[in-house]
């Protein structure tokens, strides 16, 4: 498959915390992204490319510091064909700066398909991933079925970052399976009718 047909997946790593262990489940995440043939990917680490926290007046100018940051981001979320968030779950919620990042952006997720790849305690941060799900409805996005969850996340894998469980391997390809199903079928809508709310 060429390059101009690879899918171009932004793999959105959501948490900022210090000591995080976000970093963890999105390189084994990569690792299952770089074994496909059909697919890029572009890890937006939300922690090395912080985002503005303070919005302008709608139809305002940004500041030139804070349009620099959002420059770092946007146009890697624009050539995008699909998403995979990967989140923990704080206080029954996602993190704050997946929010923020969200909310800055908006005919980026039009009209394009999300995976979620979630971790945590006992719930493995599956009510982080149903919030989600409603916000990414409201912009226009699809969100895939199937979902890989890591509870007790800090257990869940081995010294070299990879999962004990290899029900995990299989549960990313049916995510990876699915995900490109959707991004194919929306990429050629979207070249066919721009999608236009």
């Known amino acids: 498959m060429s390059i ?3 899918l171009k997946i932004a793999v959105i790593l ?13 390189d084994w995440l990569l690792g299952h992204l770089g074994a496909r043939e059909d697919m890029t990917a572009d890890l937006v680490d939300l922690a090395a490319t912080p985002l503005p926290t303070v919005f302008p007046p709608f139809g305002g100018e940004l500041p030139p510091g804070e349009a620099e940051l959002l420059a770092a981001v946007s146009p890697r979320l624009a050539a995008a064909d699909a998403f995979v968030f990967v989140t923990p779950e704080y206080n029954h919620s996602f993190p704050a700066p997946l929010k923020n990042a969200i909310d800055w952006h908006n005919q980026q997720w039009h009209g394009k398909p999300i995976g979620f790849v979630s971790y945590g305690g006992l ?4 009510r982080a991933v149903e919030q989600l799900r409603v916000v990414m409805a409201e912009l226009n996005s699809v969100t895939i ?15 070299d970052g990879k999962p004990r469980d290899p029900a995990a391997d299989a ?5 990876l399976d699915q995900l490109a199903w959707w991004a194919h079928a929306l990429r050629d809508a979207r070249r066919t009718r721009p999608f236009a709310v």
């Open 4 to 6: 101009d047909q690879d």
């Open 14 to 26: 959501g948490s900022t915390r210090t000591g995080r262990f976000g970093p963890v489940v999105a």
């Open 123 to 126: 719930s493995g941060g599956l």
């Open 145 to 159: 079925r199937n979902t890989v969850s890591f509870h007790g996340a800090a257990q869940a894998f081995d010294a």
């Open 171 to 175: 549960a990313a390809k049916t995510l």
